[in-house]
T-cell receptor, first 108, second 114 residues
Framework: LAKTTQPISMDSYEGQEVNITCSHNNIATNDYITWYQQFPSQGPRFIIQGYKTKVTNEVASLFIPADRKSSTLSLPRVSLSDTAVYYCLVVTGNQFYFGTGTSLTVIP | DAGVIQSPRHEVTEMGQEVTLRCKPISGHNSLFWYRQTMMRGLELLIYFNNNVPIDDSGMPEDRFSAKMPNASFSTLKIQPSEPRDSAVYFC????????????FGQGTRLTVV
Protein backbone atom coordinates (compact mmCIF):
# COMPACT_ATOMS: atom_id res chain seq x y z
CA LEU A 1 0.00 0.00 0.00
CA ALA A 2 1.29 3.43 -0.90
CA LYS A 3 1.80 5.55 2.20
CA THR A 4 0.93 9.23 2.07
CA THR A 5 2.55 12.15 3.87
CA GLN A 6 0.91 15.53 4.29
CA PRO A 7 1.30 18.50 6.66
CA ILE A 8 -0.42 18.08 9.99
CA SER A 9 -2.01 21.52 9.99
CA MET A 10 -2.38 24.73 8.00
CA ASP A 11 -3.92 28.14 8.60
CA SER A 12 -5.33 30.46 5.95
CA TYR A 13 -7.27 33.70 5.82
CA GLU A 14 -10.70 33.85 4.29
CA GLY A 15 -10.66 34.47 0.55
CA GLN A 16 -7.20 33.04 0.02
CA GLU A 17 -6.31 30.09 -2.15
CA VAL A 18 -5.10 27.09 -0.15
CA ASN A 19 -2.79 24.44 -1.53
CA ILE A 20 -2.25 21.21 0.40
CA THR A 21 0.48 18.96 -0.91
CA CYS A 22 0.67 15.23 -0.34
CA SER A 23 3.60 12.95 -1.11
CA HIS A 24 3.12 9.33 -2.15
CA ASN A 25 6.49 8.11 -3.34
CA ASN A 26 5.60 4.46 -3.87
CA ILE A 27 2.35 4.93 -5.76
CA ALA A 28 1.63 2.06 -8.14
CA THR A 29 0.67 2.27 -11.80
CA ASN A 30 -3.02 1.53 -11.25
CA ASP A 31 -3.50 3.67 -8.15
CA TYR A 32 -5.74 6.73 -8.06
CA ILE A 33 -5.23 9.77 -5.84
CA THR A 34 -8.28 10.80 -3.87
CA TRP A 35 -8.97 13.58 -1.38
CA TYR A 36 -11.58 13.58 1.37
CA GLN A 37 -12.84 16.28 3.71
CA GLN A 38 -14.05 15.67 7.24
CA PHE A 39 -15.94 18.04 9.50
CA PRO A 40 -16.22 17.38 13.24
CA SER A 41 -18.79 14.72 14.12
CA GLN A 42 -19.28 13.74 10.49
CA GLY A 43 -17.94 11.02 8.24
CA PRO A 44 -15.35 11.87 5.57
CA ARG A 45 -16.74 13.25 2.33
CA PHE A 46 -15.26 12.77 -1.14
CA ILE A 47 -13.81 15.93 -2.69
CA ILE A 48 -11.92 14.98 -5.82
CA GLN A 49 -10.02 12.17 -7.48
CA GLY A 50 -7.41 12.03 -10.22
CA TYR A 51 -4.86 9.86 -11.96
CA LYS A 52 -2.55 12.38 -13.64
CA THR A 53 -2.21 16.04 -14.72
CA LYS A 54 -5.10 18.21 -13.54
CA VAL A 55 -8.65 17.58 -12.44
CA THR A 56 -11.11 20.30 -11.54
CA ASN A 57 -14.62 20.21 -10.15
CA GLU A 58 -16.94 22.74 -8.53
CA VAL A 59 -15.15 22.42 -5.20
CA ALA A 60 -11.43 22.03 -5.86
CA SER A 61 -8.61 21.32 -8.27
CA LEU A 62 -6.13 18.49 -8.07
CA PHE A 63 -2.68 18.80 -9.61
CA ILE A 64 -0.61 15.67 -10.21
CA PRO A 65 2.87 15.90 -11.78
CA ALA A 66 4.10 13.45 -14.37
CA ASP A 67 5.92 11.20 -11.89
CA ARG A 68 2.75 11.02 -9.72
CA LYS A 69 4.84 10.92 -6.54
CA SER A 70 2.97 13.87 -5.11
CA SER A 71 -0.29 15.72 -5.56
CA THR A 72 -1.66 19.11 -4.58
CA LEU A 73 -5.22 19.88 -3.59
CA SER A 74 -6.13 23.47 -4.36
CA LEU A 75 -9.08 25.15 -2.69
CA PRO A 76 -9.92 28.51 -4.29
CA ARG A 77 -10.99 31.42 -2.08
CA VAL A 78 -11.59 29.49 1.14
CA SER A 79 -14.31 30.47 3.57
CA LEU A 80 -14.76 29.75 7.27
CA SER A 81 -16.87 26.71 6.37
CA ASP A 82 -13.83 25.10 4.73
CA THR A 83 -12.28 24.58 8.16
CA ALA A 84 -11.93 20.80 8.30
CA VAL A 85 -9.47 17.92 8.09
CA TYR A 86 -8.37 17.01 4.58
CA TYR A 87 -7.14 13.51 3.80
CA CYS A 88 -5.04 12.40 0.86
CA LEU A 89 -5.49 8.76 -0.14
CA VAL A 90 -3.84 6.56 -2.70
CA VAL A 91 -6.56 4.13 -3.66
CA THR A 92 -5.41 0.65 -4.62
CA GLY A 93 -8.32 -1.19 -6.20
CA ASN A 94 -11.06 0.05 -3.94
CA GLN A 95 -9.15 -0.12 -0.67
CA PHE A 96 -9.43 3.23 1.12
CA TYR A 97 -6.68 3.72 3.72
CA PHE A 98 -6.56 7.11 5.45
CA GLY A 99 -3.42 8.82 6.75
CA THR A 100 -3.26 11.47 9.45
CA GLY A 101 -4.77 14.24 7.35
CA THR A 102 -4.20 18.01 7.30
CA SER A 103 -6.22 20.13 9.69
CA LEU A 104 -7.07 23.36 7.86
CA THR A 105 -8.19 26.36 9.89
CA VAL A 106 -9.62 29.32 8.01
CA ILE A 107 -9.22 32.59 9.87
CA PRO A 108 -11.62 35.53 9.44
CA ASP B 1 -30.98 7.51 -1.86
CA ALA B 2 -30.64 8.35 1.85
CA GLY B 3 -26.96 7.53 1.87
CA VAL B 4 -25.23 5.14 4.23
CA ILE B 5 -27.33 4.69 7.35
CA GLN B 6 -25.80 3.72 10.66
CA SER B 7 -27.48 2.93 13.94
CA PRO B 8 -27.40 3.77 16.71
CA ARG B 9 -25.83 7.24 16.49
CA HIS B 10 -24.70 7.05 20.08
CA GLU B 11 -24.15 4.08 22.35
CA VAL B 12 -23.10 4.05 25.98
CA THR B 13 -22.48 0.66 27.51
CA GLU B 14 -20.76 -0.90 30.47
CA MET B 15 -17.53 -2.79 30.19
CA GLY B 16 -18.12 -6.44 29.44
CA GLN B 17 -21.38 -5.92 27.59
CA GLU B 18 -21.97 -6.90 23.98
CA VAL B 19 -22.32 -4.05 21.50
CA THR B 20 -23.75 -4.33 17.99
CA LEU B 21 -23.40 -1.57 15.45
CA ARG B 22 -25.52 -1.61 12.31
CA CYS B 23 -25.05 -0.32 8.79
CA LYS B 24 -27.20 -0.09 5.68
CA PRO B 25 -25.08 0.70 2.61
CA ILE B 26 -26.18 2.65 -0.42
CA SER B 27 -28.32 0.51 -2.68
CA GLY B 28 -26.31 -0.94 -5.56
CA HIS B 29 -22.93 -0.55 -3.88
CA ASN B 30 -21.08 -3.85 -3.67
CA SER B 31 -18.29 -2.92 -1.27
CA LEU B 32 -18.69 -2.10 2.40
CA PHE B 33 -16.12 -0.83 4.89
CA TRP B 34 -15.98 -0.50 8.66
CA TYR B 35 -13.67 2.15 10.15
CA ARG B 36 -12.81 3.22 13.68
CA GLN B 37 -11.72 6.77 14.49
CA THR B 38 -9.95 7.95 17.63
CA MET B 39 -7.82 10.97 18.39
CA MET B 40 -4.78 8.81 18.97
CA ARG B 41 -4.98 6.49 15.96
CA GLY B 42 -7.03 8.46 13.43
CA LEU B 43 -9.18 6.58 10.91
CA GLU B 44 -8.41 2.87 10.90
CA LEU B 45 -9.87 0.45 8.37
CA LEU B 46 -11.14 -2.53 10.36
CA ILE B 47 -12.61 -4.75 7.66
CA TYR B 48 -14.11 -4.56 4.21
CA PHE B 49 -16.49 -6.71 2.20
CA ASN B 50 -16.89 -7.19 -1.54
CA ASN B 51 -20.21 -8.70 -2.63
CA ASN B 52 -20.98 -9.58 1.01
CA VAL B 53 -17.75 -11.55 1.41
CA PRO B 54 -15.09 -10.36 3.90
CA ILE B 55 -11.93 -9.62 1.92
CA ASP B 56 -9.52 -8.16 4.47
CA ASP B 57 -10.08 -8.21 8.22
CA SER B 58 -6.47 -7.56 9.17
CA GLY B 59 -7.50 -4.29 10.78
CA MET B 60 -9.81 -5.95 13.29
CA PRO B 61 -8.05 -5.34 16.59
CA GLU B 62 -8.73 -8.69 18.26
CA ASP B 63 -11.12 -11.60 18.52
CA ARG B 64 -13.58 -9.55 20.51
CA PHE B 65 -14.49 -7.83 17.23
CA SER B 66 -16.53 -9.53 14.53
CA ALA B 67 -18.35 -8.30 11.44
CA LYS B 68 -20.98 -9.86 9.25
CA MET B 69 -22.75 -8.98 6.04
CA PRO B 70 -25.65 -11.40 5.62
CA ASN B 71 -26.98 -9.60 2.53
CA ALA B 72 -26.20 -6.67 0.26
CA SER B 73 -28.21 -4.22 2.31
CA PHE B 74 -27.08 -4.87 5.87
CA SER B 75 -23.93 -5.30 7.93
CA THR B 76 -23.12 -5.51 11.62
CA LEU B 77 -20.01 -4.92 13.69
CA LYS B 78 -20.09 -6.65 17.05
CA ILE B 79 -17.84 -6.21 20.05
CA GLN B 80 -18.08 -8.86 22.74
CA PRO B 81 -17.07 -8.22 25.46
CA SER B 82 -16.59 -4.47 25.17
CA GLU B 83 -13.77 -2.63 26.93
CA PRO B 84 -13.21 1.08 27.68
CA ARG B 85 -10.44 1.24 25.06
CA ASP B 86 -13.04 0.40 22.40
CA SER B 87 -14.56 3.85 22.90
CA ALA B 88 -14.40 5.57 19.51
CA VAL B 89 -16.49 6.68 16.56
CA TYR B 90 -17.22 3.80 14.21
CA PHE B 91 -17.95 4.60 10.58
CA CYS B 92 -19.45 2.46 7.88
CA UNK B 93 -18.84 3.30 4.22
CA UNK B 94 -19.87 1.80 0.90
CA UNK B 95 -18.71 2.07 -2.69
CA UNK B 96 -18.81 0.41 -6.06
CA UNK B 97 -16.15 -2.23 -6.45
CA UNK B 98 -14.06 -0.79 -9.23
CA UNK B 99 -10.62 0.72 -9.65
CA UNK B 100 -11.86 4.29 -9.75
CA UNK B 101 -14.47 4.78 -7.09
CA UNK B 102 -15.35 6.87 -4.10
CA UNK B 103 -16.50 5.70 -0.71
CA UNK B 104 -19.59 7.22 0.88
CA PHE B 105 -19.57 7.38 4.66
CA GLY B 106 -22.34 7.20 7.20
CA GLN B 107 -22.69 9.62 10.09
CA GLY B 108 -20.95 7.23 12.44
CA THR B 109 -21.76 5.64 15.79
CA ARG B 110 -20.13 7.20 18.83
CA LEU B 111 -19.43 4.36 21.25
CA THR B 112 -18.58 4.98 24.88
CA VAL B 113 -17.68 2.04 27.08
CA VAL B 114 -17.63 2.87 30.78
Amino acid sequence: LAKTTQPISMDSYEGQEVNITCSHNNIATNDYITWYQQFPSQGPRFIIQGYKTKVTNEVASLFIPADRKSSTLSLPRVSLSDTAVYYCLVVTGNQFYFGTGTSLTVIP
Amino acid sequence: DAGVIQSPRHEVTEMGQEVTLRCKPISGHNSLFWYRQTMMRGLELLIYFNNNVPIDDSGMPEDRFSAKMPNASFSTLKIQPSEPRDSAVYFCASSFRQAKSEAFFGQGTRLTVV
